[in-house]
Nanobody
Framework: QVQVVESGGGLAQPGGSLRLSCVASGDSFQFYTMAWYRRSPGKEREWVALINIDKSTSYKDFVKGRFTISRDNGKKMLFLQMNNLKPEDTAAYYC????????WGQGTQVTVSA
């Protein structure tokens, strides 16, 4: 069972930036379309950005133009560069493949507040 570990969250001011990282165990990372998800207080977990094997990307409208997803297959890592953060981006952020077939990690908390 592949395990993932997310990191890089923290407290940011509105308009600030954070860069999230996710590292996966095993050797199958490169074969999966990967995604970042978030769970905001009182809401269901939802995907916010995904990256295909060919590194093409897709974003939810509410992060488009502000967040950038990337991957390093050699290091089995997934990244999310978050710029121009807004208070509504406050959430726990998780990574997984788009089928959500791997065990969920602990996530990394992002709090955007003045």
């Amino acid at each position: 069972q592949v395990q993932v570990v997310e990191s890089g969250g923290g407290l940011a001011q509105p308009g600030g930036s954070l860069r999230l990282s996710c590292v996966a165990s095993g050797d199958s990372f490169q074969f999966y379309t990967m995604a970042w998800y978030r769970r905001s207080p009182g809401k269901e977990r939802e995907w916010v950005a995904l990256i295909n094997i060919d590194k093409s990307t897709s974003y939810k409208d509410f992060v488009k133009g502000r967040f950038t997803i990337s991957r390093d297959n050699g290091k089995k890592m997934l990244f999310l560069q978050m710029n121009n953060l807004k208070p509504e981006d406050t959430a726990a952020y998780y990574c997984n493949n788009v089928a959500e077939s791997w065990q969920w990690g602990q996530g990394t908390q992002v709090t955007v507040s003045a």
